[in-house]
């Protein structure tokens, strides 16, 4: 009877451990981003994307995203936020951060990354959350055009609202495309349990 069960217990033991390899940490801080959609929940990823996390999470206790919009949804693609107010103007940033795309993690649906200019390492406040696996966003090299886009975090309730984002109308403003005809703003973005 020992065997069996010694057996069943390394079974269970080797499924749990592979099933749970590439979860994130069950400490992450996790941030909830209230919407004038509703609730999006996202568990961050300091393990793997310290900076980034570390970036993200100072411009939430600062207050930043707070009156922000998604100023740019692609269905299909990505819906990206935190940089714009509702008057459409830029808000002002702290300095540009290290790209963390080399960190394995990668741009799967409900993920969210950094958003960056061509310059690899000029992240900033402004994040994007994939719709769909984005491996052309990924890093391939520590080449210009290889760097990718850096995974941070993961939206863990809530992707409903990120998808109903997609069905919104979009038009030209402020010199930029496919950006929400109604604003979706980020009343509040805090740290929970």
Do not use: C
């Amino acid at each position: 009877m020992r065997t069996p069960i010694l057996a069943l217990m390394l079974f269970v033991t080797t499924t749990l451990s592979f099933a749970t390899e590439n979860k994130m940490p069950e400490s992450s801080t996790k941030v909830k981003l209230t919407t004038t959609l509703g609730d999006i929940v996202i568990k961050l990823n300091p393990e793997k994307a310290p900076i980034s996390s570390a970036n993200f999470l100072t411009y939430v206790n600062e207050g930043f995203y707070n009156g922000t919009i998604f100023h740019r949804v692609i269905p299909g693609f990505m819906a990206q936020g935190g940089g714009f107010d509702t008057a459409f103007n830029q808000k002002a940033v702290h300095a540009a951060i290290k790209n963390e795309a080399d960190n394995g993690l990668l741009n799967n649906r409900g993920t969210l990354a950094m958003a960056r200019t061509n310059v690899p390492d000029s992240a900033t406040a402004q994040f994007f959350i994939n719709y769909k696996d984005n491996g052309f966003l990924n890093y391939t090299s520590p080449t210009a055009s290889g760097w990718g886009y850096a995974v941070f975090a993961d939206v863990i309730e809530g992707m409903d609202i990120v998808d109903a984002m997609a069905k919104q109308p979009t038009g030209n403003r402020g010199g930029h495309q496919d950006v929400p005809k109604t604003d979706i703003i980020i009343e509040k973005a805090e740290v929970i349990e």
